[in-house]
């Protein structure tokens, strides 16, 4: 048999005479790989099958551990007023049900009015007397949450407990009302103006607190200032990410500008502290512009809740997973811990996972 070798430019072709060994698998070469397939897969189905087993016996354990820690707190919250973003769902539901379980009037602010009613219906049934209430507020269209503040601030006198709980989570590329990217607008941008609409209340109420949900994923993000709407390239994950970390952000801010600074006085002119250089007695009268309502941010852990609606890939994983995963009651006791715990009345500024710093 003559096989000629093609040519190339400047090369000529070379003829070579010889035979083309071929491989022609045989029924034993078959039978071989056959056999190997059926051991893999039964080596496979074995480790699972050990897995598995190793789950079941340990499952009480993992279970324990994967839930975190749990508030333990027996304060009371009547005569208290609760606002609660995102309330007709996951942890911002079972937060809800919490303090309405404590004596405090929660007022449940939901996008979907509707799902938010059949939400309070489940408090009102399972707590004898709870006083909840759904507000309509859309955290993606700004002219929505100056609405919704408007009218409360008309119709409620108090304010001692703001949670900051409403997220979305990689969801595909999309912008909210204003022109924000939905990520940023909703999780950060929404609640900041929300905050900041509301904060001459709260510190009427003082004390009184504010509480960020924010997540693990803070340490994955940075502000990407150059492109902070995600036009010039757009990744679901790390969008979540940088919206996660302005919570964090926004909350040490927030907490170091309500803590104030003391200030000090002599012959009716105000000044700071640190501005008086003495070199003799001068009696000074000082006075803190403190504002006594503290906000902390937290991390409620791996839940298994509607926010991972947006992406299947994540909802099979945590479909696979669920055994590790928390459930919205225990994902909302550390919010729950933020907005109650006696030991916390003068912590600000902080961010807290499982109930602890």
């Not at 408090?123 to 507000?135: L, N, T």
């Not at 002219?143 to 304010?159: G, K, N, P, T, Y």
């Not at 036009?231 to 801010?253: D, H, I, P």
């Not at 500024?349 to 602890?356: A, E």
Request: hydrophobic content about 40%.
């Amino acid at each position: 048999m003559k096989t000629t070798i093609p040519s190339f430019p400047g090369i000529p072709a070379v003829a070579v005479s010889g035979r083309m060994n071929t491989f022609t698998p045989t029924e034993t070469h078959r039978s071989e790989a056959g056999s190997f397939m059926m051991l893999m897969l039964v080596v496979i189905a074995a480790g699972l099958g050990v897995v598995a087993l190793i789950l079941r016996l340990f499952s009480p354990q993992i279970r324990k551990y994967a839930a975190g820690g749990v508030c333990r707190s027996t304060a009371r919250l009547d005569g208290k007023v609760a606002l609660i973003t995102g309330a007709n769902s996951g942890i911002g539901k079972e937060t809800a049900l919490d303090l309405a379980s404590r004596g405090a009037r929660v007022i449940m602010a939901c996008r979907d009015v509707e799902k938010g009613e059949e939400a309070a219906t489940e408090i009102r049934a399972r707590v004898g007397g709870a006083k909840v209430e759904v507000r309509e507020l859309d955290l993606a269209d700004t002219c929505s949450i100056r609405a919704f503040a408007q009218r409360f601030l008309q119709e409620v006198d108090h304010l001692h407990i703001l949670v900051n709980n409403a997220g979305i989570m990689m969801c595909p590329y999309m912008k909210t009302v204003d022109g924000f990217e939905m990520h940023i607008g909703v999780n950060h941008l929404g609640h900041f103006l929300l905050t900041y609409l509301l904060i001459g209340l709260l510190k009427r109420s003082a004390p009184s607190r504010i509480v960020v949900v924010s997540s693990l994923a803070h340490n994955f993000g940075w502000i990407r200032f150059h492109d902070l709407h995600s036009q010039g390239s757009y990744n679901s994950g790390l969008a979540y990410c940088q919206s996660k970390l302005a919570n964090v952000l926004f909350t040490r801010e927030l907490a170091r500008r309500l803590h104030g600074e003391y200030y000090c006085t002599s012959n009716k002119n105000l000044k700071r502290k640190e501005e008086f250089h003495l070199t003799e007695d001068v009696n000074l009268t000082c006075i803190s512009s403190g504002s006594n309502v503290t906000v902390n941010s937290v991390h409620p852990g791996t839940v298994r809740s509607e926010l991972m609606r947006h992406s299947t890939a994540m909802s099979l994983l945590f479909a696979v997973f669920s055994m590790f995963l928390k459930t919205p009651k225990e994902g909302a006791q550390t919010s729950v811990y933020c907005a109650i715990a006696e030991e916390l009345q003068s912590i600000s500024g902080k961010h807290f996972r499982y109930s602890t710093l």
